[in-house]
């Protein structure tokens, strides 16, 4: 019998909520790919196909979804059926409006 592991691609900035989520997941027996900021974040995408992208949302969060889902040529390169799901403190309904509309 075969065992597959889940990748997770995980965007986060704070230093301590990357940590956190990265060590649970990791326990929880995931792969996962750690991006402190979205330039790392795109550059991992080039070259993995994670299961899911987790982000946190922030000031680059939103480019980064439009960038997974429509733009700078990574659309073609990720399953347009890969989750995501974005993490905030700050959910106000435009908020989450706009990540929604991005595919979040």
């Not at 991006?35 to 969060?61: M, Y």
């Given at each position: 019998?075969?065992?597959?592991?889940s990748?997770?691609?995980?965007?986060?900035?704070?230093?301590?909520?990357?940590?956190?989520?990265?060590?649970?997941?990791?326990?929880?027996?995931?792969?996962?790919?750690?991006?402190?900021?979205?330039?790392?974040?795109?550059?991992?995408?080039?070259?993995?196909?994670?299961?899911?992208?987790?982000?946190?949302?922030?000031?680059?969060?939103?480019?980064?979804?439009?960038?997974?889902?429509?733009?700078?040529?990574?659309?073609?390169?990720?399953?347009?059926?890969?989750?995501?799901?974005?993490?905030?403190?700050?959910?106000?309904r435009?908020?989450?409006?706009?990540?929604?509309?991005?595919?979040?």
């Open positions: 019998m075969s065992i597959t592991i990748t997770i691609l995980l965007a986060e900035e704070h230093d301590a909520t990357r940590a956190f989520l990265a060590d649970n997941l990791t326990a929880d027996g995931y792969r996962v790919l750690i991006a402190p900021d979205r330039a790392k974040a795109l550059a991992l995408l080039t070259t993995s196909h994670p299961d899911l992208i987790l982000v946190d949302v922030n000031g680059q969060t939103l480019a980064l979804i439009d960038a997974i889902r429509t733009g700078e040529g990574l659309a073609g390169r990720v399953d347009s059926d890969t989750p995501l799901i974005v993490l905030s403190r700050d959910a106000d435009l908020q989450r409006i706009r990540v929604l509309e991005r595919g979040g």
